[in-house]
């Protein structure tokens, strides 16, 4: 099994950062590639953003230019650097992993969840 904790969620101002990190414990050979998704109020649970253990990564397109994936395989860690915050970001951010090695989109390929963590944007 592996256990995925997120952190560094909070509120902040429109045009702020933040940056959220997920440390995975656990079966970590397991792990290939992993994620960051997040739900509003009344959607559903979208990729923002997804990285492979060798670095390649993609974005919504609505987070491409302010939000940054890395990650830090030493540390079995995941980050989410985001940039000029706005009012529609505000959700709870969630970190997942999935066994596969390639990167992917649908919730359902990704075998592991962390709890979540709130982003709150507002002045």
């Known amino acids: 099994q592996v256990q995925l904790v997120e952190s560094g969620g909070g509120l902040v101002q429109p045009g702020g950062s933040l940056r959220l990190s997920c440390a995975a414990s656990g079966i970590i050979f397991s792990i290939g590639a992993m994620g960051w998704y997040r739900q509003a109020p009344g959607n559903e649970r979208e990729l923002v953003a997804a990285?492979?253990?060798?670095?390649?990564?993609n974005y919504a397109d609505s987070v491409k230019g302010r939000f940054t994936i890395s990650r830090d395989n030493a540390k079995n860690t995941v980050y989410l650097h985001m940039n000029r915050l706005k009012p529609d970001d505000t959700a709870v951010y969630y970190c997942?992993?999935?066994?596969?090695?390639?990167?992917?989109?649908?919730?359902?390929?990704?075998?592991?969840w962390g709890q979540g963590t709130q982003v709150t944007v507002s002045s």
């Open positions: 997942a992993a999935r066994q596969g090695i390639l990167l992917a989109v649908e919730t359902r390929r990704y075998d592991y």
């Open positions: 990285i492979t253990k060798g670095g390649s990564a």
